[in-house]
C-alpha cells in the first residue's frame, strides 16, 4: 500500500508540474513582461517545413468565398508546405473580440482590420481615446511594411491616407467601398415609371409612389442598429456643407447637435424609416439582401461592398445604387462618400512573419488584386481596371473620393449613450425608438456631449 | 481503515490535497488576483506597453464619469433581470417539479424534456427564438398579425429586454426544476401519511410539510439564481448584443474587456470588480436569509 501510495504522489506531482509549466509556456507575455515570439504555431517558416498561417477574417460572403475557392488553394498549391487556417466570425463584435484576443497573444498571422487607420485623436480633439489599430502600433505589435516591395503596387495617395501612420505603412487596405447610398430595383423603378432621384423631393416623390402601389419603398436592417446608420450617414453627407468642420466645430463649440443642418438630417432619417418595411428594427443585417433580391423591397440601405451578395441570390436582379439625397441641390447630392475598407495587417512578433509577408506579396500581385476587388466590389487601391458593372455603374458618383462620416468623427471619452460610437443615433427616433422629435434627440446628444467634455 | 499507515505516508492524503488546491489557485484565485491588481492600473492589456498604478481612478471614473448614469441604468437593469428570473424561475420550476413528481406515465421523459433546453446551451437556444420571434414572418409576428399588431421583438425598446428574460428562464428553468425534484423526492412518505392522518390535504400539505422540507433545495435554487442572474451576459450578447436598452453590468464587463474598439484592461478589471461585489453581496445577503429561514421552518 505504501509502495502504491508513493507512487501515485509522485504521479500527482508530474502532473501538477506539467501543468504549471504548460500555463507559463503557452501564455507569453502577461502584460507586464516581453514575450519572446515564440507563442502560436510550433512551425517555422524557413525550409520546408510544414507551416501553418493563421489568417482572421470577418464574414464577408464575397471576399470569403474568393479567399476560400481562389486564394487559399492557389497559395497552398504555389506553396505547398504551407497551410492556411482562414478564421471567419461575425462581423461585429465577435470580430473585435477574436481580433484582440489573438493579437495580443501572437496568436495569428495576418489579420484583416475593419477600415484603415482612421480616429487617431488629432490636436482638436484633447483626451479623445487611441483607437486599437494606433495601440498596436504604438506598442510595436505591427510589422512595419514600409520597405516592403509589394507597398509600390498601391496607388501612393491610397498608401498616405489609408496605410500609413507616423511615417510608417502598417497595413496593406485592400479598397475602397461606399455606404452612403441606397440600393435600387430598376425593374421595380420602371414599372412605376421612377427615375433616379437627385433631390430630396424628388426622393418623396418615388417614396409615396411606391407606398401608394403597395411597395415598400426601403428596407432597413434595423437589429444591429449600424446598417441604418449608413443611410443616416448619407443624409450627412449630404446635408452638412463641410463634415470634418462640423465635428471639429463640435469639439471647440462652435457647432452643436442642435443645429439646423443636424436636426435636418434626423428629420429626414425619421422619414425614410417611416417608410421602411415592418419589423425593420428586427430585421437582422444577413436577412436585408434576400428582402430585396426577392423584390420584397424597392430600395435597400447597404454598403456597395454587398452588391455581390444580392445579385449571387438572384442573377437576374436589376439593381443599381444612388447616394441617399438629402439635399434640394441636385449637386450636392451628386457623390457617394465612404471609406477604405479592409486592411491586412502582419502581427509583428509572429513566428511565421515571413510567410505572412509572402502572403500579402501574394495578395498584392496584379492579377490576385483584380480577381480580389472583383469578387469583393471594392473601388481599387491599385491602379487596376475593375471588371464589374456594377462597378462601372457607380462611378459617375465617385468622382473624387469623400470620407463618410465615421471615417471623420473623433468621440470623446466616456461619452453617454446619445452620442457615443461613431455615427449620429437614429435609431432612438420613432419609429425605431422611443424619441418621438428629433429636437428631443439632438438635444439629449448634446447634452451627453457637453458632460463628456474634457475637464 | 485509515489506508495510509504510519509516518510521512499519513501525510499523503494532504499532499493529494495539495493538488486540486494548487489548480484552483493557479486557475482560478490567481487570474481573480491580478484582476484586482489590474484594477488599479492604467494597463491596457496590450503585450509590451508600459503601465502604472493609479489607485483607485478607474472606480472613480465608473462612478463619476460623464455616462454613469447610463452605467446606473445597467445597474437596475441587472436587479430587474435578476428579481424577475429568481422569482419566476423558480416558482415555475417548483410547479413542473411537483408535477413530474407524480407517478405519470412517460414522467421521465417530461423531466428529459423540461431539461432540455439547458443542454442546448445560449447559441442554440438564442438561435431558437430568433426564429420564433423573427419579425419577418416568424410564427409570434403571424401571431400577432391575426390581432392586428405586430412588433419587432428583439429590436424593440418595449420588449427587447422582457423576451431575453423570458429566454433565460426558458433555458435554466430545467436546472431548477431538477434541483427541486431531487429535494421533492427526499422527503419521506410517512410525513405526508401522517399529515394525511391529521387531515392535511392538497395546499395545507404543501404549506406545512413540503415547502419546509424542500428549503434546502429553495435557498440553493435562489442562490444560483441570483448568481446567475446578476452574471448574465451572454444570451444578452447572442440576442441583442446589449442593444435597445438591454445591457446589464455583466454585460457591460464583457464589453469594455472585449467589444470596444480601445483596449483598455485596467478599466474593464474595475468593472469586474465592481460586478463581483454586487453579486457577492446579493448572494450573501440571500443566503444568510435563507439559511435562517430554513432553521425557522
Not at chain 2, 486540486?20 to 491596457?44: K, N, Q, R
Not at chain 2, 455616462?67 to 429568481?86: E, G, H, K, T
Not at chain 2, 431538477?178 to 427526499?186: E, H, N, P, S
Request: charged share 15%; net charge negative; aromatic share 14%.
Amino acid at each position: 500500500m505504501r509502495k502504491h501510495s508513493v507512487w501515485l504522489l509522485l504521479m500527482a506531482f508530474v502532473l501538477v508540474l506539467s501543468a504549471c509549466s504548460g500555463g507559463n509556456g503557452g501564455n507569453g507575455g502577461n502584460g507586464s513582461g516581453t514575450p519572446d515570439g515564440n507563442s502560436g504555431s510550433t512551425n517555422s517558416s524557413d525550409g520546408g517545413e510544414q507551416v501553418t498561417l493563421r489568417v482572421l477574417h470577418w464574414i464577408n460572403e464575397p471576399v470569403n468565398k474568393y479567399m476560400e475557392d481562389v486564394f487559399i488553394p492557389q497559395f497552398e498549391e504555389k506553396y505547398p508546405n504551407v497551410k492556411i487556417d482562414y478564421t471567419t466570425v461575425p462581423s461585429d463584435e465577435t470580430y473585435d473580440q477574436l481580433m484582440q484576443t489573438r493579437v495580443n497573444a501572437n496568436d495569428a498571422d495576418v489579420v484583416a482590420y475593419k477600415s484603415s487607420f482612421v480616429g487617431a485623436p488629432q490636436e482638436w480633439s484633447p483626451g479623445a481615446a487611441d483607437p486599437l489599430w494606433k495601440q498596436w502600433a504604438d506598442a510595436g505589435l505591427l510589422a512595419d511594411l514600409t520597405g516592403e516591395d509589394f507597398i509600390a503596387n498601391y496607388n501612393p495617395v491610397d498608401v498616405e491616407n489609408a496605410m500609413t501612420y507616423d511615417s510608417k505603412v502598417y497595413g496593406v487596405n485592400m479598397g475602397k467601398v461606399s455606404f452612403t447610398g441606397l440600393f435600387y430595383n430598376k425593374d421595380i423603378f420602371a414599372q412605376y415609371d421612377l427615375d433616379v432621384p437627385t433631390t430630396w423631393d424628388e426622393f418623396m416623390v418615388v417614396l409615396n409612389t411606391l407606398n401608394d402601389n403597395g411597395v415598400t419603398p426601403i428596407g432597413f436592417a434595423g437589429k444591429e442598429v449600424w446598417p441604418i446608420n449608413l443611410a443616416v450617414q448619407g443624409l450627412q453627407a449630404t446635408i452638412h456643407e463641410d463634415q470634418l468642420a462640423y465635428i471639429k466645430g463640435l469639439w471647440t463649440g462652435e457647432t452643436k447637435f442642435t443645429d439646423p443642418a443636424a436636426i435636418e438630417v434626423l428629420e429626414k432619417a425619421q422619414i425614410m424609416m417611416n417608410y421602411a418595411q415592418n419589423g425593420f428594427m428586427g430585421t437582422d443585417y444577413g436577412t436585408l439582401p434576400s428582402l430585396f433580391a426577392a423584390g420584397q423591397v424597392a430600395m435597400a440601405a447597404d454598403g456597395t461592398w454587398n452588391a455581390a451578395t444580392y445579385q449571387g441570390l438572384n442573377p437576374d436582379l436589376n439593381l443599381g445604387y444612388f447616394p441617399v439625397p438629402g439635399s434640394s441641390d441636385p449637386a450636392d447630392n451628386a457623390n457617394l462618400a465612404g471609406k477604405y475598407d479592409m486592411t491586412w495587417m502582419v502581427v509583428e512578433k509572429s513566428s511565421n512573419k515571413d510567410w505572412a509577408l509572402t502572403f500579402l506579396e501574394e495578395m498584392s500581385t496584379r492579377d490576385n488584386y483584380t480577381a480580389f476587388v472583383n469578387a469583393a466590389g471594392f473601388l481599387p487601391t491599385q491602379d487596376v481596371t475593375v471588371d464589374s458593372e456594377f462597378i462601372n455603374d457607380i462611378t459617375p458618383y465617385l468622382g473624387e473620393f469623400i470620407l463618410a462620416w465615421d471615417q471623420l468623427a473623433i468621440n470623446r471619452e466616456n461619452v453617454g449613450q446619445y452620442a457615443d460610437g461613431s455615427s449620429p443615433h437614429a435609431e432612438f427616433l420613432k419609429p425605431a425608438g422611443p424619441l418621438e422629435t428629433p429636437q428631443e434627440l439632438a438635444d439629449l446628444s448634446q447634452k451627453d456631449w457637453d458632460a463628456a467634455a474634457p475637464k | 481503515m485509515y489506508p495510509f499507515g504510519k509516518g510521512l505516508s499519513r501525510y499523503v492524503p494532504l499532499l493529494l490535497l495539495m493538488i486540486p488546491v494548487a489548480l484552483y489557485v493557479l486557475l482560478a484565485v490567481g487570474p481573480s488576483m491580478v484582476t484586482i491588481v489590474f484594477s488599479l492600473t492604467d494597463a491596457t492589456g496590450i503585450p509590451g506597453t508600459s503601465w502604472k498604478f493609479i489607485g483607485f481612478d478607474n472606480y472613480k471614473e465608473f462612478f463619476t464619469a460623464s455616462n454613469a448614469s447610463d452605467q446606473v441604468r445597467a445597474i437596475s437593469r441587472s436587479l430587474y433581470f435578476a428579481f424577475a428570473v429568481v422569482l419566476i424561475q423558480n416558482a415555475v420550476a417548483l410547479l413542473i417539479a411537483i408535477i413530474v413528481n407524480k407517478r405519470l406515465r412517460g414522467d421521465v421523459f417530461y423531466r428529459a424534456t423540461y431539461f432540455l433546453p439547458v443542454v442546448l446551451g445560449v447559441t442554440v437556444s438564442g438561435l431558437i427564438w430568433q426564429m420564433l420571434f423573427n419579425p419577418m414572418g416568424g410564427p409570434a409576428q403571424k401571431l400577432l398579425n391575426v390581432f392586428g399588431t405586430q412588433s419587432n421583438f428583439f429590436g424593440s425598446y418595449d420588449i427587447a429586454f422582457e423576451l431575453i428574460i423570458f429566454v433565460q428562464i426558458w433555458m435554466y428553468m430545467g436546472y431548477s426544476m431538477t434541483i427541486f425534484l431531487a429535494g421533492l423526492q427526499a422527503i419521506p412518505k410517512d410525513l405526508y401519511e401522517a399529515g394525511y392522518m391529521d387531515g392535511a390535504r392538497g395546499w395545507a400539505s404543501f404549506r406545512h410539510i413540503t415547502f419546509p422540507m424542500i428549503a434546502p433545495a429553495i435557498t440553493v435554487n435562489i442562490l444560483l439564481s441570483i448568481i446567475g442572474g446578476l452574471q448574465t451576459f451572454d444570451i444578452i450578447y447572442v440576442l441583442t448584443g446589449g442593444k435597445f436598452e438591454t445591457s446589464t453590468l455583466a454585460f457591460n464587463v464583457f464589453a469594455a474587456a472585449f467589444a470596444t474598439t480601445t483596449s483598455d484592461f485596467g478599466r474593464a478589471s474595475a468593472i469586474a470588480m465592481i460586478q463581483f461585489v454586487f453579486v457577492f453581496a446579493f448572494a450573501i445577503v440571500a443566503m444568510l436569509y435563507f439559511r435562517k429561514r430554513e432553521v425557522e421552518l
